[in-house]
């Protein structure tokens, strides 16, 4: 998939409970993006990073958090305070965050609340 | 608002058979017009990039196509195989100084019988 790396493939949360997905590239890409796919809807951005130590709110920000100290690592927390969580997650990378860039995605991660 | 609409839904064909997928958007300003293939469970891997100057763009068994006048896209596969089972997303990019957007279509999911 590119040289991104999502894990863990499957995940479940229970309720109340954060937790983190993993994303990882070794493009060395500047860009790097979060976008939640439920089905029946195209790709919805939660959070984009052009650069380390910055990142950016996307359309449906609400209950997620991310960091970007690395310019290798993106992770993705999903807090209690989104409500429904349960989608298939996706992980994508680019040289920048020009439009003329091709987005590489990750495998996904497919998130389960218990 | 920025929207891409792609159409059908889903299409079942039967192997070697040719089938043309659509996509209309209203995006503006327009940067570039890409189709992705997603396997299910996996991330979309890029197959295509038009630009608003470019008519036509192949790939192999894929040609995509621009009307940038009319605002349509197409991608068409010829002699279609089992592995073109997928999802086919349409994505939109606008462009804008210092500003990024990818607007996703909500697919085709495409199935090839034996």
């Known amino acids: 998939d590119g040289g991104i790396t999502q894990s863990p493939k499957y995940l479940f949360r229970k309720e109340g409970q954060n937790v983190t997905l993993s994303c990882e590239q070794n493009l060395n890409h500047d860009a790097m993006y979060w976008y939640r796919q439920d089905p029946g809807q195209g790709l919805r951005l939660i959070y984009y990073s052009q650069i380390v130590n910055d990142f950016q709110k996307g359309d449906i920000a609400e209950g997620y958090s991310v960091s970007r100290e690395k310019k290798e690592s993106f992770p993705l927390t999903v807090t209690s305070a989104q409500k429904n969580p349960t989608a298939f997650y996706l992980c994508?990378?680019?040289?920048?965050?020009?439009?003329?860039?091709?987005?590489?995605f990750g495998s996904g991660t497919q998130l389960s609340v218990l | 608002k920025n929207q891409v609409e792609q159409s059908p839904q889903s299409l079942i064909i039967l192997e070697g058979k040719n089938c043309t997928l659509q996509c209309n958007y209203t995006v503006s300003p327009f940067s570039n017009l890409r189709w992705y293939k997603q396997d299910t469970g996996r991330g979309p891997v890029s197959l295509t990039i038009?630009?608003?100057?470019?008519n036509t763009k192949s790939n192999g068994r894929y040609t995509a196509t621009l009307d940038a006048d009319t605002k349509q896209s197409s991608l068409h596969i010829t002699a279609s195989q089992l592995s073109d089972s997928a999802s086919y997303i349409c994505v939109v990019s606008a462009g804008g100084s210092g500003t990024y957007k990818y607007i996703f279509g909500t697919g085709t999911r495409l199935k090839v019988l034996a």
């Open positions: 038009m630009t608003f100057s470019e």
């Open positions: 994508a990378s680019s040289r920048s965050a020009n439009t003329n860039e091709k987005l590489f």
